[in-house]
């Protein structure tokens, strides 16, 4: 795919007919593809939108795009007016994403979904009607989703049953409670650090708290037909090695409810102590074998199984994030192709209280202090009238909600805005579901 596309892009450079892409959302992930595309002959950056214009023109000069670059801090107008080919979606904010993303598909043009939050909220809607409108809506290549659905991908194609797919992370049950005011403790970073860095604790909480993995193993499932288990992620400690004896059925020896599934894998043991093979960084496949002959394959080309020899593993020990999203926007915008997108509303992701919350509090969204998201299966979200943590911010609860237990939709203040539409047609896919 990646050979015929630079093809392609060789053929638009040789013509004068570049790639016009456009991107949403200028921080750190928005630079990091910013510094590739500007690399890529055949590809032009038509301009970058951000709600900081001139941050936006701070992102072009430090990625080294060309002077002259129009930046601009209306997304929306730029949809419209740029001519583009391919819109760059990286805000991170839920509404917004859906927002620029529907816009994007309604003038024709393909949507690279950096935004996971945006994609769990509506994405199979989003991608639905872009089905109909004859673009792509596509996860973001570099980022863990893309590269958990090609690793499956690659597992289906070689005829496997897969088992499990999924990702590393730093877990501990006792990070479900972090707040922005206690995440940089758990990553043993000084106030002076953080201060140096630039780093945003909202956005590290989420990381911390299972927020992120629970959107990103959404965003899997939906993508994939993988389906959660029941209770969600249950974060076994695991390394590279043991990937085939931990993340297979219960039956089998494993720690799996289900096959079929996903699940993410912590780089420290209960007790904190580390792993020394860890996949903190890095997405996995777990699979099956259909025959003895093939288990003898296993073994014969040095996979490592678990005890029967039936099952194995593949992972990747890395993601550059940005820095590969590139892929994506060739694909799309060249072959018509995404890498990775969701087709049905398989699973979704609660919200849930870190603590005690009282009557009119006002809840704050992914990575702050009241709530952290938590994966389940479509149909039992639903059946919950569970409140999806992409509407968990700036709505005012009306009943009291005990930590631990998930925000329902009659616990506060509904109030629905235009995204709410594209998020019921989202759950309406869901009957489409294999094994819903």
Request: hydrophobic residues 45%; contains cysteine.
């Amino acid at each position: 795919m990646v050979g015929r596309a630079l093809r392609l892009l060789d053929a638009r450079h040789a013509s004068g007919a570049p790639l016009r892409v456009g991107l949403v959302g200028a921080g750190t992930f928005g630079t990091m593809i910013l510094s590739q595309l500007s690399r890529l002959a055949g590809v032009e950056i038509a301009a970058v939108a951000d709600l900081d214009a001139a941050r936006a023109a701070a992102a072009l000069a430090t990625a080294g795009a060309p002077p002259g670059t129009p930046v601009t801090d209306d997304a929306l107008g730029m949809i419209a007016g740029q001519r583009l080919d391919v819109v760059v979606e990286a805000t991170g904010a839920p509404a917004a994403g859906v927002a620029h993303a529907a816009a994007a598909i309604e003038h024709g043009v393909h949507v690279v979904m950096v935004n996971v939050e945006a994609d769990v909220l509506a994405g199979p809607a989003l991608a639905a009607r872009a089905r109909d409108e004859g673009v792509v809506y596509s996860l973001a290549y570099g980022d863990q989703p893309a590269l958990i659905c090609e690793l499956v991908d690659w597992a289906r194609a070689s005829g496997f049953e897969v088992v499990c797919a999924g990702k590393g992370t730093k877990y501990l049950p006792g990070y479900h409670e972090a707040t922005p005011d206690t995440v940089w403790g758990h990553y043993g970073m000084t106030a002076r650090q953080v201060a140096a860095g630039g780093y945003n604790a909202r956005m590290f909480t989420s990381f911390l708290d299972g927020t992120k993995s629970a959107i990103e193993m959404t965003a899997v499932c939906n993508a994939t037909g993988l389906l959660p288990q029941e209770d969600g992620l249950e974060f076994p400690p695991c390394g590279a090695a043991r990937l085939a004896q931990v993340l297979v059925p219960r039956a089998d020896g494993g720690v799996l409810r289900r096959s079929g599934t996903v699940e993410v894998v912590s780089s420290v043991e209960r007790d904190g102590s580390p792993i020394a093979d860890d996949l903190r960084w890095g997405v996995y496949v777990t699979f099956a074998a259909g025959s003895e002959f093939v288990s003898r394959c296993f073994r014969d080309y040095g996979l490592a199984t678990d005890a029967s020899g039936r099952y194995a593993s593949m992972h990747r020990p890395f993601h550059l994030i940005g820095l590969e999203t590139s892929v994506s926007v060739l694909a799309a915008g060249l072959l018509g192709e995404p890498t990775g997108s969701p087709d049905a509303f398989r699973a979704d992701v609660c919200a849930v209280a870190k603590r005690d919350l009282a009557v009119g509090e006002v809840l704050d969204g992914e990575g702050g202090f009241r709530v952290y998201g938590r994966l389940a299966p479509a149909s039992r979200a639903l059946a919950a009238r569970a409140l999806p943590i992409g509407f968990a911010h700036g709505v005012r609860l009306i009943g009291p909600v005990r930590a631990g237990d998930v925000v329902t939709w009659d616990d506060v203040e509904a109030s629905p805005g235009p995204v709410a539409a594209l998020r019921r047609e989202s759950e309406r896919l869901m009957a489409d579901a294999p094994g819903t």
